[in-house]
């Protein structure tokens, strides 16, 4: 080969044998021809001939003295040569000037004509999939571009009657011989294959003819491989040989059958739920019904190299289908679903049928292995599912120490239209490869059926396919015409064993048609005519392949007939007992269930929440390790040394800062085997540079030690890792990773709480109503950075509005205090939202999260300056063993001493307590003021702020904020209030004016807000003779 490219350099140089390519102006492609050396630049033989000569020289002495191309390249010479002149090929003949440069020419042209073979079969290497028939209805073009490259030849017919052919098609030709510098008289000329392509299985050389033969099957065919992009040169080999191979694509006829069977199931099924309720929303199948076998047979590929737990995500169509014929959903739960009387036997709103999860697990026939399949309940937002998915997997493969992805997997299906549009999967592809989010490798399965809803691709994706996107990872990618079921098979099979081999993502696009419209009650026709023209003529796959399969003798009709029976009978007993079911129980369509943590009805174990201190050892312990660095000769920053001393002398006066109480949570846990995973935009160090978790030794490049992970002989790994620039994907992800366990705090930190709403739809989709729709409890932790303190609209608020305006708990109604109420109204509510103004307060409300008998979101609004402020502090006494979570921190000062005579109360919570308190301070109001913080926002602690309500009896109500007033807590917080208090006294509002904009750019003004508002709260007559 290097000897072809050295030539070919030579060869191709300007005034090298006087020959050049050069711009072709016909034909409108990049094509370029060859021009004869005569008319071209002339120039003398330079060492590039002699080069040649020399090896001409060598190989006539002896044959195998040079490399078999080139050796087979002489050979050709020799054939070539015109017979008048044998005599002169003897060497010293060869030397004399005539007969060299006759030899020179014809040995360039064998080169030319070489190098232009080698181009042609990379030309379908890489361009290939552009002319291959992807499409079933034979009408569109699946990279939405009917150009042909004018280095491919389209048909074979083309090559040897290019003359007797049509205008066009003799045009194409004209082209590509141009091209190529090669004539028709070329084609029955034998070529040397390189080693890059496997068409010749045994044969080589191959005439031109049959080369291109090869590849017009290889790779135009009902496949199209893109996949020369992969800049790894074993994955392009490998896929080379299994798509090139001669005969490479053979069925047994038992593989034969199951296809067919598989098919039938596939297909009888949507027919038999448009049978029985024909008006129906269920998104079906039809014209892609080739997604189920192929979804068994990379399971079953996948089975044999040994994963036994596939997670998937799907969107609506086929998913009932995908439930009943893969996951093996019982047909009567599903057909059940249909039913409008059916009586909900949980509680929460439910979801629609298309919508459920769900998870099984069963024996794979095919390889009599154990597997377990689930399949992630999704909401209508399309491809939202995707990190989740991915999440999930990660988790599953890191409890069960799966490093390389070997037993868990997932699959990740997608419609065309989503595929192309949503950002989110190009998120979750960037995922893909980073060391702390990589499930080694997902299938990804595009139901290709070219229309999203009434939207025709031309006009919903500018990439010629819609799995352009994919390409960012070097995944491969198999288009495939979905109306050919063995090749789907097999780029299935292919798709499995790429993934098994390199651990790699990898696309197949299902390139097929919707039969119906975009649900069953819609009219295609108004928007696409003609196209569904063309569907209402095409034949059902089934009907195709089990035509061919009898006719081919693999199956005969009757069989056919009755295997279909045999299915029609399965559906019909399962309607009928379905008639039986009355109540519609959510918690059987679980994707992840805990059975150990709940009980067998899926209730918590207990309804009480143990204290969360800790005792003094302990804290000393965590203490002692996170002001130290663990390993020998490890140099780290002076900043970082700087820091570290400051810990140490924090924890000798029994103190801790905000750090230092996210280690005393994460380590306690740690210890207790929880296993603690922090992710997010860099985390490692803290995006305030308060955490510093992992620590970079200054003088070898990569060397780093997280100490929390030497904390405990036996204790629970500690994962903490900078995530890739994206809040949706690896919210999602992180979402996912604690649905794998109760046993583990999953945190993702925001750089700032306001970026959260790039994430809005995991938070409104999953977090908020999770539980709700799917009876699926999720503990996961969302710290959002928060705070009014100057630094403009963005970077000031996590927008805490939005996270209670979406709780649960009921504004007007007082609840009844009855069992532990703090645990009660947890486990009541859709997710905790909290402000904790001290680290001790943090830690506790970290280590409930996980003493809980259940799991709820927790949504923690985290302090910027408070991370340093000497005042906001904790002694190792409020984390002491016996304490727990304040829910409500009460006035511990001067107003406690005369309650009565305290005029005013006021409510609080987060940073703006320190500031409250500096100016109370300043206006010695301590005895008329009393300060109270809600560290607990929602669940509203109604119980706690009655007591402190009661507690005040003479006082005015107010809420302080520092957030603008139609944003921050005040409309959460006042309703509340007043249903403590009855409606009997108003509550007053103290912070900054309704605004459109979080906050103001402008330091000066953001200075004079606070002012204003914090005169107002110590003006003990602002709200005298006001109206509330
Ligand atoms: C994020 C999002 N935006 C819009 C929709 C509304 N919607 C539902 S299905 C659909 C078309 C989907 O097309 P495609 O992805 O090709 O899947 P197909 O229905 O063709 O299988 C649209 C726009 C949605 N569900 N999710
Ligand atoms: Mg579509």
Redesign the pocket.
């Given at each position: 080969m290097s000897q072809l490219r050295a030539l070919a350099a030579v060869l191709r140089g300007a005034g090298v044998g006087g020959s050049q390519w050069l711009p072709w102006c016909g034909g409108g492609g990049p094509a370029r021809r060859w021009v004869e050396p005569r008319r071209g630049c002339s120039s003398a033989a330079t060492h590039g001939s002699s080069y040649v000569e020399q090896m001409y020289l060598a190989w006539l002495e002896d044959h195998k003295s040079v490399h078999e191309s080139w050796d087979t390249f002489f050979h050709n010479i020799q054939a070539s040569s015109p017979s008048g002149e044998a005599g002169e090929r003897r060497p010293s003949a060869l030397l004399q000037g005539r007969a060299l440069s006759h030899s020179a020419d014809t040995t360039r042209k064998v080169v030319e004509d070489h190098l232009a073979v080698h181009s042609l079969i990379r030309a379908y290497q890489i361009r290939g999939h552009h002319v291959a028939q992807l499409d079933p209805l034979g009408i569109l073009e699946a990279d939405l571009d009917s150009f042909v490259p004018s280095d491919l030849i389209t048909t074979i017919d083309k090559l040897g009657e290019a003359h007797n052919t049509n205008h066009g098609e003799f045009f194409s030709w004209i082209i590509f011989s141009r091209f190529y510098g090669l004539s028709a008289s070329d084609l029955d000329r034998s070529f040397q294959l390189p080693p890059t392509t496997f068409i010749g299985g045994g044969d080589n050389p191959l005439p031109l003819k049959e080369i291109v033969r090869r590849l017009e099957i290889s790779y135009c065919g009902h496949i199209g491989v893109e996949f020369m992009f992969i800049n790894n040169v074993d994955q392009c080999q490998w896929i080379r040989q299994k798509i090139e191979t001669p005969g490479i694509m053979q069925f047994s006829n038992a593989e034969k059958r199951t296809l067919l069977a598989r098919l039938i199931r596939s297909t009888r099924f949507e027919d038999f739920l448009a049978r029985k309720w024909s008006s129906e929303k269920r998104?079906g199948l039809e014209g892609c019904e080739v997604l189920i076998p192929a979804l068994k047979t990379m399971i079953d590929t996948s089975s044999a190299a040994g994963i036994d737990n596939v997670i998937m995500g799907m969107?609506?169509?086929g998913r009932l289908n995908v439930l009943a014929n893969v996951i093996r959903k019982d047909l009567d739960q599903i057909f059940c679903q249909f039913d409008s009387k059916l009586e909900a036997a949980d509680e929460g709103s439910g979801d629609v049928k298309y919508h459920l999860g769900l998870y099984h697990e069963r024996i794979n026939r095919e390889t009599d292995k154990n597997i377990t399949l689930s399949l992630m309940a999704n909401p209508?937002?399309?491809?939202?599912v995707d990190p989740v998915v991915q999440g999930k997997a990660k988790a599953e493969q890191f409890y069960r120490g799966d490093t390389q992805g070997k037993k868990v997997m997932c699959i990740s299906i997608?419609?065309?239209?989503?595929?192309a549009?949503?950002g989110v999967v190009y998120e979750t592809f960037h995922l893909s490869e980073l060391p702390s989010y990589t499930t080694h490798g997902t299938i990804h399965v595009v139901?290709?059926?070219q229309?999203?809803?009434t939207?025709d691709p031309r006009v919903a994706r500018s990439s010629p396919y819609?799995t352009d996107v994919a390409r960012v990872v070097n995944a491969p990618i198999f288009h495939v015409n979905a109306d050919d079921p063995e090749a789907v098979m097999y780029v299935c099979r292919l798709a499995a064993e790429w993934r098994s081999t390199f651990n790699k993502d990898v696309v197949v696009d299902l390139v097929c048609y919707?039969r119906f419209g975009?649900n069953e009650m819609d009219e295609p026709m108004f928007t696409q005519p003609l196209m569904y023209k063309q569907i209402r003529r095409q034949q059902r796959v089934l009907r195709k392949y089990s035509d061919r399969l009898i006719a081919e003798g693999v199956v005969t009709l009757q069989e056919f007939e009755e295997e279909v029976a045999k299915y029609d009978k399965i559906c019909e007993e399962a309607y009928k007992s379905s008639k039986d079911e009355k109540i519609s129980q959510i918690r059987h369509w679980l994707d992840s269930p805990w059975p150990d943590f709940f009980t067998a009805e899926g209730e918590p174990r207990s309804m009480n929440c143990v204290p969360t201190g800790l005792n003094e050892e302990v804290l000393q312990h965590i203490g002692q390790a996170a002001s130290s660095v663990p390993l020998e000769d490890f140099k780290v920053h002076p900043g970082v040394s700087r820091i570290l001393r400051g810990r140490a002398e924090l924890v000798k006066s029994r103190q801790m800062d905000w750090a230092l109480g996210e280690y005393m949570a994460f380590g306690s846990l740690l210890k207790d085997g929880v296993h603690v995973r922090l992710s997010g935009q860099d985390v490692e160090r803290g995006t305030f540079s308060h955490r510093h978790h992992v620590l970079h030794d200054q003088g070898v490049d990569k060397r780093m030690c997280v100490p929390m992970n030497h904390l405990w002989a036996n204790q629970a790994p500690y994962t903490v890792c900078n995530s890739s620039l994206s809040e949706y994907g690896v919210l999602g992800f992180e979402l996912g990773f604690a649905m794998a366990s109760p046993n583990a705090l999953i945190l993702w930190e925001a750089q700032f709480g306001d970026f959260h709403n790039t994430a809005q739809?995991i938070i409104d989709q999953f977090i908020s109503p999770g539980q709700a729709k799917w009876v699926r409890h999720n503990g996961i932790v969302l710290l959002l950075p928060h705070g009014m303190e100057g630094m403009g609209p963005e970077h000031s608020s996590a927008r805490p509005e939005r996270f209670l305006q979406m709780s649960k708990d009921d504004p007007d109604h007082f609840p009844e205090f009855n069992g532990d109420f703090e645990v009660q109204q947890l486990y009541d509510c859709n997710w905790i939202v909290v402000n904790c103004s001290n680290p001790a307060n943090y830690c506790h409300v970290l280590r409930r999260q996980i003493l809980l008998p259940f799991r709820k979101p927790l949504i923690i609004f985290t302090p910027k300056s408070l991370l340093r402020h000497p005042d906001a502090r904790s002694s190792f006494d409020e984390l002491a063993d016996g304490t727990k979570f304040k829910r409500v921190i009460p006035d511990e000062g001067l107003a406690t001493q005369n309650p009565d005579q305290v005029k005013r109360v006021i409510f609080c919570t987060g940073k703006v307590y320190y500031e409250l308190a500096r100016e109370r301070r300043q206006h010695k109001l301590e005895r008329d003021i009393a300060i109270i913080r809600l560290e607990q926002i929602s669940p509203f602690p109604f119980d706690l702020v009655r007591a402190e309500v009661e507690k005040y009896t003479n006082a005015e109500l107010v809420w302080c904020q520092e957030e603008h007033k139609n944003m921050g807590y005040y409309d959460y917080v006042r309703p509340r209030l007043l249903t403590v208090v009855a409606d009997r006294k108003p509550v007053w509002y103290v912070g900054r004016d309704p605004a459109a904009a979080p906050a103001t750019g402008s330091k000066f003004t953001h200075l004079n807000e606070l002012k204003r508002f914090m005169d107002t709260a110590f003006d003990l007559r602002a709200f005298h003779g006001n109206d509330a």
């Open positions: 998104f969107p609506h169509r209508s937002h399309l491809e939202a997608h419609g065309d239209a989503a595929f549009g949503q139901v290709n059926n229309i999203g809803f939207t819609p919707r975009h739809c």
